[in-house]
């Protein structure tokens, strides 16, 4: 089982820093950062708090490490037009000699859009672009030039040069819908979704008959899942953090109690673990976590 690191975006850039550089010492897979602008109001905070935009964090940690690989965990398709994103990835991948990952999701976070005049648009609208997006990126990523006549997205001649250093760019998908499971079959090289393993289970059935109707063998798709983590012996605050965060969404107590959810999601085909810092402290708190982590784990 791979282990990464989901450092939260709304902290000082020098503690960001500091988790992703001992991830890389320590032997952590990856490094993963999400793409928001602000808090929801809800799950991830009032919109003023502070937050960090994710392809400027993203290309900085690639530069300041050498082994992590990098991931968008995941790229909002309405902020990000598929031939601005194309040229940017071409150049991390280059960058990082050959570690990106690129996450896409639909887009879903209504404040964000509404301050910055984006149209979200429905949801079925969002899944279409999305795909198009993807393929997009392939043709800019593979051709020496691109003609592209979309329904939401349109290439003439297009050019992206230099190419990535990785001849095939891994795409990951993040989401859990029948539609948007249906794109992750035709499209992605990797799938990712919030969850615990029965969720994870239920949602691959799915993707497993999307697949069989793309034409596609299933396990050509890596799959990766993430839950809020929290290490204590306490066993009343364990029990409210996941009465607080979601018992779907949460892992709460003694070390190996995430040793035991690990080992369930990889008895669902999981073969990378995320895991968030929001919830592991501070400091050399943090640090402590992520240690006693992996090595129970390991």
Same mark, same amino acid.
């Given at each position: 089982?791979?282990?990464?690191?989901?450092?939260?975006?709304?902290?000082?850039?020098? %503690?960001?820093?500091? @988790?992703?550089?001992?991830?890389?010492?320590?032997?952590?897979?990856?490094?993963?950062?999400?793409?928001?602008?602000?808090?929801?109001?809800?799950?991830?905070?009032?919109?003023?708090?502070?937050?960090?935009?994710?392809?400027?964090?993203?290309?900085?940690?690639?530069?300041?490490? %050498?082994? =992590?690989?990098?991931?968008?965990?995941?790229?909002?398709?309405?902020?990000?037009?598929?031939?601005? =994103?194309?040229?940017?990835?071409?150049?991390?991948?280059?960058?990082?000699?050959?570690?990106?990952?690129?996450?896409?999701?639909?887009?879903?976070?209504?404040? %964000?859009?509404?301050?910055?005049?984006?149209?979200?648009?429905?949801?079925?609208?969002?899944?279409?672009?999305?795909?198009?997006?993807?393929?997009?990126?392939?043709?800019?990523?593979?051709?020496?030039? *691109?003609?592209?006549?979309?329904?939401?997205?349109?290439?003439?001649?297009?050019?992206?040069?230099?190419?990535?250093?990785?001849?095939?760019?891994?795409?990951?998908?993040?989401?859990?819908?029948?539609?948007? @499971?249906?794109?992750?079959?035709?499209?992605?090289?990797?799938?990712?979704?919030?969850?615990?393993?029965?969720?994870?289970?239920?949602? *691959?059935?799915? =993707?497993?008959?999307?697949?069989?109707?793309?034409?596609?063998?299933?396990?050509?798709? @890596?799959?990766?899942?993430?839950?809020?983590?929290?290490?204590?012996?306490?066993?009343?605050?364990?029990?409210?953090?996941?009465?607080?965060? *979601?018992?779907?969404?949460?892992?709460?107590?003694?070390?190996?109690?995430?040793? %035991?959810?690990?080992?369930?999601?990889?008895?669902?085909?999981?073969?990378?673990?995320?895991?968030?810092?929001?919830?592991?402290?501070?400091? *050399?708190?943090?640090?402590?976590?992520?240690?006693?982590?992996?090595?129970?784990?390991?």
């Amino acid at each position: 089982m791979k282990l990464s690191i989901w450092p939260n975006a709304q902290q000082p850039w020098s %503690e960001i820093l500091e @988790l992703t550089q001992h991830a890389e010492r320590t032997g952590w897979y990856g490094v993963y950062f999400w793409d928001h602008f602000m808090g929801d109001g809800a799950g991830f905070g009032p919109a003023t708090t502070p937050t960090l935009e994710s392809s400027a964090v993203l290309a900085a940690l690639g530069a300041l490490t %050498e082994r =992590l690989r990098i991931g968008s965990l995941v790229f909002a398709n309405t902020f990000r037009h598929p031939a601005v =994103l194309a040229n940017w990835a071409a150049t991390l991948d280059i960058v990082t000699n050959g570690r990106l990952v690129v996450g896409l999701g639909a887009g879903w976070q209504h404040n %964000e859009h509404e301050q910055y005049g984006i149209e979200l648009g429905s949801p079925g609208k969002r899944i279409e672009m999305l795909e198009e997006s993807c393929q997009v990126l392939r043709r800019l990523w593979q051709q020496p030039e *691109s003609s592209f006549a979309g329904k939401h997205y349109q290439l003439d001649h297009a050019l992206c040069e230099p190419k990535p250093l990785q001849p095939h760019l891994p795409v990951l998908i993040g989401g859990k819908g029948d539609r948007m @499971l249906g794109v992750v079959a035709r499209q992605a090289d990797e799938w990712n979704m919030w969850g615990l393993a029965p969720a994870i289970s239920e949602r *691959s059935m799915v =993707l497993e008959a999307k697949c069989d109707q793309a034409g596609r063998d299933p396990a050509t798709i @890596l799959r990766s899942a993430q839950a809020l983590v929290m290490v204590t012996d306490d066993a009343q605050a364990a029990a409210e953090f996941i009465d607080r965060v *979601s018992p779907r969404a949460a892992i709460a107590g003694p070390v190996e109690r995430f040793v %035991e959810e690990v080992q369930q999601w990889a008895a669902v085909g999981v073969t990378e673990v995320i895991v968030p810092d929001m919830a592991l402290g501070r400091g *050399s708190r943090r640090l402590e976590n992520i240690d006693a982590l992996r090595a129970a784990v390991l």
